[in-house]
């Protein structure tokens, strides 16, 4: 026996490997390493009865692992097998411990070798013509499965079921068999393809075959969903995964059963049966493993009638025929009708089919067009039409055609006079008579109209008056993001999956001399030239394929790879900056800064988040927070629709939640199972909690998890996915879920969920709260569920009540337009923490970069001779609120560790807009038809203004900082963040843009005076890289 060992990097004189008895401690083998740095043993096969220590060890360094040697596993032959105490695995043809296999021994003598001329053994294969049928099931498994082949009497059947969601294959006992057949069940699974054989003693497995787990079946469409009550109308079903489904069950609106049939195919066909006792709405439900899922509903209408027909014979050798029938909703279809004439002739019926040529409707008749050809033994010449029968078959139904009515011309005159009477005098009568009930009831209507508008104004009214502060005492730590997080979230907003990269490796400074990498060592040389730096952006920017987005990206990939050398960084935008000022894009100054159109832009951004990242964290962090805090609560405070997300309490129009009816408050007390053991027992398990009767099961879960978590100031132990709900009530606990079989199906055929209030839960009620297990289709809402936001005419009934006597509740958008500013007043006094916070110098001091970037603003609109204040004051907030704190403002996710909804997006945004408005130097014309986000913070604006103007007057008017102090404020903010990112990723990324355009940048280079050194560097740096790049290769 050999035992090898190669490993590279250790030291030869130091190394050994050495193997050790477990059990004796005895040394078997110990070898140094060869020239060739490996190492090997050689023992003997009766070392390794036992278990054995395989060290490697290098110095201080020591690897070691413990292998165990199967004897059996070296013996070749049955005899030496069975000798050795082991047993001969003929299935196999290899030896194995008795431990391994449930085998029993083998008769040597029965294992025959080809070698000495005798034949060799050959299991035969078990039903080799299998069939198995289903071969599609859902992910519910399949209770009966039926399998059918040769050889079903054989003794201890088993089915093996390979897939990829489980390691082993799934092995399933045979149920019920007899001399044809047997079957077995199948157990639930997710979706995949599996491979499924059958197996017994004494055989092999059977030729495998494909088993299709797929997902529930779905009804899409059912057509014509409408019958006559005869019946015997063909309908189709169409769908996803129908064949899978057990049985198709037709009931009645009791839930009594009518019929039901099997879906072979998709799409699925039936005909309908007759209705029973007046039957109008029959539901379709799929089967499948006793679970019910609704497909739709098929309505029932009368059957249809035929009123006449007329008969056309002079059109040799066609006759033409049209049936004239009342209207209805069945939509036939020409396939759908059968027509045929019965006639006498001599003394003989005779038969003749006619083919539909189409359907046509007008406003009082549905007529149908038939055509038809004389037959060879049909004799025009004795046709008579009076004798001539037509018939009509449609499914169950079949019905005589009745002949034209007789012409009686005098009686119609008779009865004319009267009949023009009645016809004159009913519509004058009818008229006046509806012209009152019009009346009477338009003006109960304005009656109500009335008393809702009065309602709602005064609701509204109180609610601005009583309203008090909402801001919430207490929040815990707040969850700030580290340095990292929040830069990589600011240089990259949307697109934070392929910025984790810069935060791998980063232990390693580019600063240390000993960097590894030589070509990322020159290229940070080459970066750290300025003169060249500057002139590779402004070539770079004159490219045409240079994007926007690339301009933003290089400025990040620039800002980390000078992460550590901030002082530098800031003279490089110092440069772009007056270059920026230079351009003759910029005659209008006042629109510098304003877009994200260079790289300096970006640039200005990302120096902004660095260096303001202490005081956003120390100083605006905590009124930000409580501000978001605050928007949560008071938006849950009302309605809120699950679905839209919109809800009656927000800052926002374009999220305002309007169709809510009347709601209540309902007090809860909720008991908390113990999930754990070893759970602290000061846990508080029983907690009141406040819900709304509106509310969604999930929107209940939610309040009570926060409930928890106020109270006991930890997480409850249990994600909202595995947590279940259930009610007390008289001993017996009923569970509540979001969809069960009591749940509203809407006249759209939408699903709205339950509510607390659908389930009836009174003030006090007792809710326990369990695990519950996983549910495998999840509790995903889609366009088929509705909440609060329902059709018109159902949210018409909704609100019908005893005291508006049926009738619809008035409601308009513009009658909530008061919870905007209620929820304005809820939140005011923490907007105007936040905003004072970011505009007031603590201690008279400003931020260090935002005095100096302030001061390097007023010095250059000085040496340009800009006299207007108005530019240095567009400056300044296009460079500080516009592309730091806005930005701030609308994502909390940039700075804790929080998930933004889409509402507090929306709520943030009318907050920020305030924000800039406060900074602009123009008047609000505002009008009636001015926006709501405008017009809600319009009386505030002035103020914030002359507290904008105040600040930046106060900045100005602080001492003027040294270059020394600059310079100090910049190198500490570096220190503190050394080896936070990646650098080198970032110089390769800036590498990929300079090797894309690298002829443009070398022909600028030459052209450019004092930059040769520059132009070596450069060539230096390609080489190396492509040395590197040869190096992958190989």
Request: with cysteine.
């Amino acid at each position: 026996m050999t035992a090898v060992v190669n490993f590279s990097g250790l030291s030869k004189r130091t190394s050994t490997c050495k193997v050790i008895n477990t059990k004796t401690n005895k040394i078997i083998c110990e070898e140094g390493f060869s020239d060739l740095m490996n190492c090997s043993c050689h023992f003997k096969k009766a070392d390794l009865t036992d278990k054995v220590q395989v060290s490697l060890i290098s110095g201080s360094w020591n690897w070691s692992e413990i292998l165990e040697f199967d004897d059996c596993s070296f013996n070749k032959m049955c005899e030496e097998c069975h000798n050795a105490g082991c047993i001969w695995y003929a299935r196999e043809n290899k030896c194995a411990a008795s431990t391994v296999t449930c085998k029993k021994k083998l008769d040597c003598g029965t294992v025959l070798n080809a070698s000495n001329g005798k034949g060799t053994m050959q299991r035969p294969k078990f039903m080799l013509n299998a069939s198995i049928e289903p071969m599609w099931i859902s992910i519910l498994g399949k209770s009966e499965v039926i399998v059918t082949g040769d050889n079903p009497t054989v003794s201890n059947i088993l089915v093996e079921i390979t897939g990829t969601s489980s390691c082993k294959p799934d092995v399933i006992p045979v149920r019920n068999r007899n001399g044809t057949h047997m079957k077995f069940c199948l157990p639930p699974s997710r979706k995949e393809v599996k491979n499924i054989c059958v197996k017994a003693d004494g055989f092999e497995c059977s030729p495998p075959g494909l088993l299709y787990y797929v997902s529930l079946p779905i009804c899409s469409k059912i057509f014509p969903d409408i019958s006559w009550m005869s019946g015997g109308r063909n309908i189709t079903i169409s769908g996803r995964n129908l064949n899978i489904a057990d049985i198709v069950i037709v009931s009645n609106e009791q839930g009594v059963h009518l019929s039901n049939f099997t879906c072979r195919s998709d799409p699925c066909n039936f005909t309908t049966i007759k209705s029973e006792k007046g039957t109008k709405i029959v539901n379709i439900d799929l089967e499948i493993e006793r679970k019910r899922i609704a497909c739709g509903k098929l309505r029932y209408g009368p059957d249809p009638k035929f009123i006449r027909f007329e008969l056309t014979t002079d059109m040799e050798p066609d006759l033409e025929l049209k049936i004239y029938g009342e209207n209805d909703n069945f939509k036939i279809l020409r396939s759908e009708i059968e027509v045929y004439l019965s006639h006498m002739t001599d003394e003989k019926l005779r038969n003749l089919t006619f083919t539909v040529q189409n359907i046509t409707k007008t406003e009082t008749f549905s007529i149908i067009h038939c055509r038809a050809k004389w037959e060879n033994n049909f004799p025009t010449s004795k046709f008579d039409k009076s004798s001539v029968k037509i018939y009509v078959k449609m499914g169950n139904l079949d019905l005589e055609v009745p002949s034209k009515l007789p012409s009686y011309p005098l009686l119609y005159l008779l009865l004319f006079i009267p009949i023009a009477i009645l016809v004159f005098s009913v519509p004058i009568y009818m008229t006046r008579r509806k012209s009152k009930q019009l009346n009477r009831k338009l003006s109960e209507h304005l009656e109500l109209l009335e008393f809702e508008l009065r309602k709602e104004i005064r609701e509204g009214f109180v609610e601005l008056q009583m309203e008090k502060l909402d801001v919430v005492d207490s929040f815990g730590t707040i969850p700030f993001l580290d340095y990292k997080h929040f830069v990589l979230r600011t240089f990259f907003p949307k697109s934070e999956d392929s910025s984790s990269a810069f935060t791998e490796d980063t232990n390693e400074s580019l600063s240390n001399p000993g960097h590894k990498d030589e070509s990322i060592t020159a290229l940070n040389a080459l970066i750290c030239n300025e003169k060249f730096l500057i002139t590779l952006i402004h070539t770079l920017e004159k490219q045409k394929t240079f994007s926007a987005k690339d301009r933003c990206l290089f400025a990040s990939y620039l800002a980390i790879a000078l992460q550590t050398n901030l002082v530098y960084l800031t003279h490089i935008l110092e440069v772009l900056t007056k270059d920026l000022m230079e351009q003759s894009s910029n005659i209008q100054p006042k629109l510098m800064l304003r877009r994200t159109e260079s790289v300096v832009e970006k640039l200005l951004t990302n120096w902004m988040s660095v260096c303001l990242s202490g005081f956003l964290r120390e100083t605006v962090g905590e009124p930000f927070y409580l501000l978001v805090t605050t928007l949560n609560q008071r938006i849950i405070k009302g309605p809120v629709d699950v679905i839209t997300c919109k809800a009656l309490y927000t800052l926002n129009e374009d999220w305002l939640l309007w169709q809510v009816s009347e709601f209540n408050t309902v007090a809860l007390n909720v008991v908390f199972e113990k999930i754990l053991e070893n759970e602290v027992e000061e846990i508080t398990r029983n907690i009141q909690v406040n819900v709304l009767d509106c509310d969604t099961i999930g929107q209940a879960k939610e309040k009570i998890l926060q409930a928890f978590l106020n109270k006991n100031g930890s997480l409850y132990g249990l994600q909202l996915s595995e947590m279940g709900l259930a009610l007390q009530s008289n001993a017996q606990a009923k569970e509540l879920l979001d969809i069960d079989s009591s749940s509203v199906i809407l006249e759209d055929r939408t699903t709205k969920l339950n509510t607390i209030g659908h389930y009836e839960i009174a003030d006090g009620a007792t809710i326990e709260v369990f695990k519950k297990e996983t549910d495998l289709l999840g509790e995903e809402y889609s366009a088929n569920h509705r909440h609060l936001i329902l059709p018109d005419s159902e949210a018409a009934k909704d609100i019908q009540g005893v005291k508006h006597k049926g009738k619809q509740k008035f409601k308009v958008k513009e009658m909530y337009l008061t919870k905007l500013l209620s929820t304005k007043v809820a939140v005011h006094s923490v907007v105007e923490k936040l905003f004072r916070s970011i505009w007031t110098l603590p201690n008279n001091k400003a931020p260090v970069v935002v005095k100096y970037f302030f001061d390097f603003l007023d010095a250059q609109a000085e040496n340009k001779k800009i006299t207007d204040p108005d530019v240095v004051h567009i400056w300044k907030t296009n460079s500080l609120p516009l592309r730091f704190w806005v930005n701030i403002l609308k994502n909390p996710q940039f700075v804790f560790d929080i998930k933004k909804t889409p509402h507090i997006d929306g709520c943030l945004s009318v907050i920020a807009q305030a924000f800039m408005d406060s900074f602009s130097l123009s008047e609000q014309l505002l009008g009636k038809e001015a926006p709501t986000n405008k017009l809600l913070y319009a009386k505030d604006i002035p103020q914030y203004k002359e507290e904008v103007k105040a600040f930046y007057k106060a900045i100005k008017d602080l001492p003027s900082l040294s270059t020394s102090e600059l310079e100090e404020f910049l190198t500490q903010e570096s220190k503190k963040h050394e080896n936070e990112f990646n650098e080198a990723m970032a110089l390769t990324k800036i590498y990929q843009y300079m090797a894309r355009y690298y002829d443009e940048i070398r022909n600028k280079l030459e052209k450019e005076r004092g930059l040769e050194e520059a132009q070596k560097q450069l060539l230096r740096v390609r080489y190396l890289a492509d040395e590197k790049k040869k190096c992958k290769w190989n």
